[in-house]
């Protein structure tokens, strides 16, 4: 099963959802995909959606999930990364209308080292196909618990040296 995630910010996310629902109609994805749609507008036709979930929801989703799919927000990154996932992250962009700006794009940027990024659309299809083996190219001890935290603990340092500015 695949797991995607669009979190709760109000602007819609359609391109990520258009591109699941083209991807599972044309049978380059051949398995369950669940979606969390949030505010967007398109309407999947052929995966499984919640417009919002719990905490405790999303947490079961993504451990079932064989891929998680999330945007670029970092709570739901560090949610996949401490339940030992690699997610494919599609950060919202401010030229589509997804985000007020590029925040998210910076932040996955930043971090491409333990999260596969895809910042093209037309290459999460094949991002999905060979999650496995680009997992396997990012190294050993990308993701699970311990180095989630230890990744919180510099998230939260940089959002604290922000903040001081």
Known sequence: MIFATVGTHEDPFDRLLVELDRLVQTGEIQERVHVQTGYSRHVLRVC????MIGFDEVQAHMRAARVVITHG????IMQALALGKVPIVVPRQSKFGEHVD???VRFSQRIADRVLVV????ELGPMIR???SRVVRLGA???????????????DALCT???RR
Do not use: K, M, Y
């Open 48 to 51: 499984t959606h919640e417009a």
């Open 73 to 76: 927000g970092p709570a739901s």
């Open 102 to 104: 590029d925040h998210q």
């Open 119 to 122: 910042l093209d659309i037309a």
């Open 130 to 132: 060979d999650h496995a």
């Open 141 to 155: 001890n990308v993701g699970g618990p311990e180095r989630a935290q230890v990744f919180a603990a510099r998230l």
């Open 161 to 163: 040296g922000l903040v």
